[in-house]
């Protein structure tokens, strides 16, 4: 095992533990640290991710489930439209995408560019949100209201977003329950991650019949980030998550930054 496998699983961990600290963006570090680190194919690694994201989600989803703090219908009227989104994606149109996109000059954008560029942008937004975090609570037991029409076109939208990098979405998908669902900042967070598990765990099935899965690797990879979960909550007991999320809003922004200037110069 070399120096950049060892680091790749370190980075599982460090997943694990960001999911476990903070209750999500960890998970936007799975493409980077797959493809930079352990070399894997951007269309494989945001199949992989899917599957990361999927299973690290579904833990934390059923610790929200124990402590009630999950809205199941607006979990449902999310998931549907998310879930059907993200698996179309994975299933038609990334397999549709040109090998080339285009050209600037003699520098060709290529599909595995173009998805690391487009990656790199949603990583700069979710810095963003993360940096800013302005959003407050408004308490667990206060009155839900749906706005059915906005709730379906934003999850036909995350699971777009989703299909395409692998992530979560977590930053899309908790101001739109705050906002549209008029959910409680608590519940928001957990019911979004039931809904990344449903999502990405179905949308990683439209993979499973265009890609060879090192089923393997992938294990091994997902357990250590679920080891890192963990861990993260452990930690959570001595270290408040809200003030580390917006020093780690800053890294993934750097991030961002940096595989746009790896991608342009490679």
Do not use: C, H
């Amino acid at each position: 095992m070399d120096i950049n496998q060892v680091l790749g699983y370190v980075g599982a961990l460090f997943i694990g533990v960001v999911l476990g600290l903070i209750g999500g963006g960890g998970s936007i570090l799975t493409v980077p640290i797959l493809v930079y680190l352990l070399f894997v194919n951007p269309v494989t690694a945001t199949a992989y991710s899917l599957f990361v994201v999927g299973v690290s989600s579904l833990v934390g989803a059923i610790r929200n489930i124990q402590k009630g703090l999950v809205d199941f219908r607006t979990a449902i009227v999310f998931a549907i439209p998310a879930f059907i989104a993200v698996y179309s994606t994975r299933k038609y149109l990334v397999p549709a995408i040109p090998e080339e996109l285009f050209s600037l000059g003699s520098f060709v954008i290529t599909k595995d560019i173009g998805i690391m560029l487009f990656f790199a942008f949603v990583m700069l937004v979710a810095s963003v949100s993360m940096i800013r975090n302005k959003r407050e609570d408004n308490g667990v037991n206060s009155e839900v209201a749906y706005n059915y029409s906005f709730i379906i076109v934003e999850g036909v939208l995350v699971g777009v977003v989703t299909g395409i990098v692998g992530a979560g979405g977590g930053f899309l998908i908790i101001p739109a329950l705050v906002l549209l669902a008029k959910l409680p900042m608590k519940k928001a967070v957990a019911t979004s991650l039931l809904i990344i598990a449903i999502k990405s765990l179905i949308g990683f099935i439209g993979d499973v019949e265009n890609l060879d899965i090192d089923w393997t690797f992938l294990l091994v990879f997902t357990s250590i980030s679920v080891v890192g979960i963990f861990l993260g909550i452990y930690l959570s007991n001595f270290i408040e998550g809200k003030k580390l999320k917006k020093g780690f809003g800053w890294f993934v922004l750097i991030m961002g930054v940096y595989i746009i200037y790896k991608e342009l110069t490679m």
